[in-house]
């Protein structure tokens, strides 16, 4: 079993629709990561949170540090937001990462 | 502008043959990584490097090394020891010290010719 699961691992909307992509781990962590990668490959950083949950235009990020769980909501989806959304978590007392497998998202127009 | 650069975009490589990808960021980061991405599988860490001239072996080392004479530079070269090098290549920095972010590269594809 992966210490980091991601689900769904595709994922098809219509635009217009409220998203929502899990990520649970199962180690001690002191941050977790949300990034976004595009089709030609460069990752940019989401959102990188530690409790609670933070907020940027649609996107939403909470996590849950009891249930070691995160989730990841874009509300409003738009064809642009088709990429590769991956979960990452830093190690508890290490700058180590370990990385979801990434859920696939398209949204059709 | 701030960032990661990551060349070349493309590589190839022939059997037994060594090759360097570079990578250069300007955002005065401490730490620098390299990762690997294979389809399916998450990013798995290769070396990092959280001060210049020391490095460390990530979980899968074996048939790479990398360099880190300047903060600004992390240079990974894929040898011929590495007897399945064709992946995606990524490299990102951070600033050392609590919860900092890691910033990506664009990242280099290596094909076997």
């Known amino acids: 079993k992966n210490e980091v699961e991601q689900s769904p691992q595709n994922l098809t909307a219509q635009e217009g629709e409220f998203i929502t992509i899990n990520c649970s781990y199962s180690v001690g962590i002191s941050a977790l990561h949300w990034l976004q990668q595009h089709p030609g490959g460069g990752i940019v950083s989401l959102f990188m949170l530690s409790s609670g949950k933070k907020k940027h235009g649609r996107l939403i990020a909470t996590i849950n540090i009891q249930e070691k769980h995160s989730s990841l909501h874009i509300t409003a989806s738009h064809p642009r937001d088709s990429a590769v959304y991956i979960c990452a978590v830093r190690t508890s007392g290490t700058y180590k990462y370990i990385f979801g497998t990434g859920t696939r998202l398209k949204v059709l127009a | 502008d701030g960032g990661i650069t990551q060349s070349p975009k493309y590589l190839f490589r022939k059997e037994g043959q060594n090759v360097t990808l570079s990578c250069e960021q300007n955002?005065?980061?401490?730490?620098m990584y390299w990762y690997r991405q294979d389809p399916g599988q998450g990013l798995r860490l290769i070396y990092y490097?959280?001060?210049?001239?020391?490095?460390q072996k990530g979980d899968i080392a074996e048939g790479y090394s990398v360099s880190r004479e300047k903060k600004e530079s992390f240079p990974l070269t894929v040898t011929s020891a590495q007897k399945n090098p064709t992946a995606f290549y990524l490299c990102?920095?951070?600033?050392?010290?609590?919860?900092?972010?890691?910033?990506f590269g664009d990242g280099t594809r290596l094909s076997i010719l």
């Open positions: 955002l005065n980061h401490d730490a």
């Open positions: 990102a920095s951070s600033f050392n010290g609590g919860n900092q972010p890691q910033h």
């Open positions: 490097s959280q001060i210049v001239n020391d490095f």
